[in-house]
């Protein structure tokens, strides 16, 4: 079985500073990780994901992420955030190879402050 | 390319009633979703299909709920009798399985439907 825990449910944030949301995931075999976006109203978008190799992700809008295989982390970070960051973002697991089943974590609500 | 395309966007309906929930995958896709989000429960994996065949229903609620998808460019959520604990935003999401290589997990969704029952 492979779970996720996303930290935090809410990320507040003033324009312009760094961001990081927090997951952690859970299993037995080998992983694929996946950050994804959504804004109200919206399905979600893949922010960036990560198959084999580098362990830095680079995705979409200035995002990434670092998979950290003994920490069984996959963190996303952002340098510099805008108010049109502000979205729920879901990490996702699934198991490579094997059963399609993707997890997905609770959500992180990042609010961009001006 | 158009994406996943989905059905109504918006439903409100009255408790005991039927609904239907549509899904378009995107084209060339062979792995549809259907996901449901609520607060309380957050992202649930309903049902899976692969090649239009069912390969996990083990998320579909109860009997009220059910699914089929007739060919590989439809799909459908049907929910009968309808109750107010349905109220939910449901997600069709799409994916594939790179020529030879394995089923990665990326998943290509819809803008989903949101059900009201009253």
């Known amino acids: 079985a492979q779970s996720v825990t996303q930290l935090d449910s809410q990320v507040p944030v003033f324009e312009e500073a760094p961001v990081e949301l927090r997951c952690n995931y859970s299993?037995?075999?080998?992983?694929?990780l996946f950050w994804y976006v959504q804004y109200p109203n919206q399905g979600l978008q893949l922010l960036l994901k990560y198959l084999s190799g580098s362990t830095l992700v680079k995705g979409i809008n200035g995002f990434e992420a670092e998979f950290n295989k003994s920490q069984t982390s996959f963190h996303l970070r952002k340098p510099s955030v805008h108010i049109s960051d502000t979205a729920e973002y879901f990490c996702?697991?699934?198991?490579?190879?094997?059963?399609?089943?993707?997890?997905f974590g609770t959500g992180t609500k990042l609010q961009v402050i001006p | 390319d158009a994406g996943v395309i989905q059905s109504p966007r918006h439903e409100v309906t009255e408790m005991g009633q039927e609904v239907t929930l549509r899904c378009k995958p995107i084209s060339g896709h062979d792995y549809l979703f259907w996901y449901r989000q609520t607060m309380m429960r957050g992202l649930e994996l309903l049902i899976y299909?692969?090649?239009?065949?069912?390969?996990?229903d083990s998320g579909m609620p109860e009997d009220r709920f059910s699914a089929k998808m007739p060919n590989a460019s439809f799909s459908t959520l049907k929910i009968q009798p309808s109750e107010p604990r349905d109220s939910a935003v449901y997600f069709c999401a799409s994916s594939f399985k790179p020529g030879q290589g394995i089923f990665t997990g990326e998943l290509f969704f819809g803008e989903g439907s949101r059900l009201t029952v009253l």
């Open positions: 299909f692969n090649n239009n065949v069912p390969i996990d």
């Open positions: 996702a697991v699934s198991s490579a190879g094997g059963y399609q089943k993707v997890t």
């Open positions: 299993s037995s075999v080998s992983v694929y």
